[in-house]
């Protein structure tokens, strides 16, 4: 299938050329015709999908038609980064068109934002703090918005949003078109979309399945040497570009640190960081100053990079959903990218829930060939490259004798670290 198809006007086909785009993806196959139509949508869909694309195209090819300088687009996003990433897609696909896009949060001074809106813009992007500041003091008015879209949903209720979110809407014309996308489908979320919603379309893209482009790959580590078997990883795997995910703000913190003080180039993203520095620090990543960014899952959410090799769960995962918004990071746009969890025996029940996800087991690759003799880790085992280069075993042995034989027939392998404990 090819963008030609949905007959967008040539001033947005330059901007889908422009930005790289050659087929859609199968969100935006779905979602575009509804949108296009009019119709409401409820689009469930993971990271990296192409989703953006997938409301904002529609979008400009409405606004078209119409007033100019006038909010006529509201697009709500959960975090800063997240806005700037739309808005930044928002600018590239619109290039031809005329129409203009503002992005409005919090952290910054708020006069160039007022200023920004007064001077007319089509299209607003938002986090709900700050927008709902600008409506309270009057700064900006949404009576002529024609479209709204919740993008991220569920982190808008992860972060506490969904009051924020009515209020906002409650500023809205009744007569709208709504477009509702989010990776996960909580009860809040569904009654949100049941409020907000009138006769939706429905699109659902595998939406709690990592892409198949991604490798996995599971180590068996305690706490204690996470850090080193981190450093051993990113020194002797090609890991161009990757990003390292940890449980708590002051983990990614002092774990960027430490990698600092081991030589690489490394930086953190997490909610403490003022705007500025969270901006450096996504800028460095993009353009390859950094080449490990250490984040939280809150923070994470605004990092859409293309090019991200790898994607290590330094800590595991709450849930598998979160799994998948994780290692989503990586393997897009057809891409191969690696996965990789370190995980000790309290994990084995989260371990055991990603897996049935998945379809299949992680591969379990044993060791690294310079980690030194106080480790746990046994050298006799197959490479993580090799784990990578053939992904997606469909079965393995646990004992060392059965792995043996099995690396000489399939991809499939065995590992232990700390092996006097239960194997995951």
Same mark, same amino acid.
């Given at each position: ?8 006007h040539?001033?947005?086909e330059a ?5 790289g785009?050659?087929?859609?993806t ?5 979602t ?6 009019g ?9 990296g ?5 997938a ?6 090819q ?13 697009i ?9 990433q739309?808005?930044?897609n ?8 005329g ?6 949060y ?10 920004g ?5 089509e299209i607003?992007?938002a ?8 409506l ?12 709204l879209?919740l993008d991220e ?5 992860? *972060?506490?949003?969904?009051p924020?979110i ?11 078109q709504?477009l509702?996308?989010?990776a996960?489908m909580?009860?809040?979320?569904r009654?949100?979309a049941?409020?907000i ?6 699109v659902?893209?595998? =939406? ?6 991604? #490798?996995h ?5 305690g ?6 078997l981190?450093? *051993? ?11 390292v995910f940890t ?9 960027a640190? %430490? ?6 180039k490394?930086?953190?993203l997490?909610?403490?960081l003022?705007q ?15 080449s ?21 769960n330094y800590?595991?995962?709450?849930t ?15 891409? #191969?990218?690696?996965?990789i969890?370190f995980?000790? =025996?309290?994990?084995?029940k ?8 998945l ?6 690759p044993?060791?690294l060939?310079?980690?030194?003799p106080?480790?746990?880790v046994?050298?006799? %085992? ?6 990578h280069k053939?992904?997606g075993?469909k079965?393995r042995n646990?004992?060392r004798s059965?792995?043996?034989?099995s690396r000489k027939k ?6 232990g670290?700390?092996n ?5």
């Amino acid at each position: 299938m090819s963008f030609k198809e949905f007959k967008f006007h040539p001033m947005i086909e330059a901007g889908i050329n422009a930005c790289g785009y050659t087929s859609p993806t199968p969100i935006q196959q779905q979602t575009i015709p509804p949108i296009l139509a009019g119709n409401d949508i409820l689009g469930l869909a993971q990271t990296g999908t192409g989703k953006t694309a997938a409301f904002v195209l529609p979008i400009l090819q409405r606004l078209l038609d119409g007033p100019r300088k006038k909010i006529r687009a509201l697009i709500v996003a959960p975090t800063r980064e997240l806005a700037e990433q739309i808005n930044e897609n928002i600018i590239a696909m619109s290039a031809q068109t005329g129409l203009k896009s503002i992005v409005v949060y919090g952290g910054v001074g708020r006069n160039p934002q007022i200023q920004g809106l007064r001077s007319g813009a089509e299209i607003v992007v938002a986090c709900p703090g700050r927008l709902l500041d600008l409506l309270r003091e009057k700064g900006v008015s949404l009576s002529t918005v024609e479209t709204l879209v919740l993008d991220e949903a569920d982190h808008m209720f992860d *972060k506490g949003f969904l009051p924020d979110i009515r209020r906002i809407v409650n500023q809205l014309p009744r007569k709208r078109q709504s477009l509702v996308f989010s990776a996960t489908m909580p009860n809040e979320i569904r009654h949100l979309a049941e409020e907000i919603l009138y006769k939706p379309v429905t699109v659902q893209i595998n =939406h709690t399945l990592p892409a198949p482009t991604i #490798s996995h790959a599971l180590f068996q580590v305690g706490r204690p040497q996470k850090t080193e078997l981190l450093i *051993k990883l990113i020194v002797e795997q090609d890991m161009t570009s990757t990003v390292v995910f940890t449980r708590t703000k002051h983990k990614a913190k002092s774990l960027a640190l %430490q990698l600092q003080k081991a030589g690489h180039k490394a930086a953190s993203l997490q909610g403490n960081l003022s705007q500025s520095n969270r901006q450096r620090a996504m800028d460095g990543f993009r353009d390859g100053t950094f080449s490990v960014l250490v984040a939280t899952d809150i923070a994470a959410r605004g990092i859409d990079v293309s090019g991200i090799s790898h994607v290590i769960n330094y800590d595991v995962p709450d849930t598998a959903e979160t799994y998948t918004h994780r290692t989503g990071r990586t393997g897009r746009a057809e891409k #191969s990218g690696m996965a990789i969890t370190f995980a000790d =025996h309290d994990d084995l029940k989260m371990i055991s829930q990603i897996e049935r996800n998945l379809g299949k087991k992680m591969s379990r690759p044993m060791g690294l060939s310079s980690l030194p003799p106080s480790s746990d880790v046994t050298r006799e %085992q197959p490479s993580l490259r090799a784990a990578h280069k053939e992904a997606g075993p469909k079965s393995r042995n646990t004992s060392r004798s059965s792995a043996k034989s099995s690396r000489k027939k399939s991809a499939g392998f065995d590992f232990g670290i700390n092996n006097n404990r239960k194997q995951l």
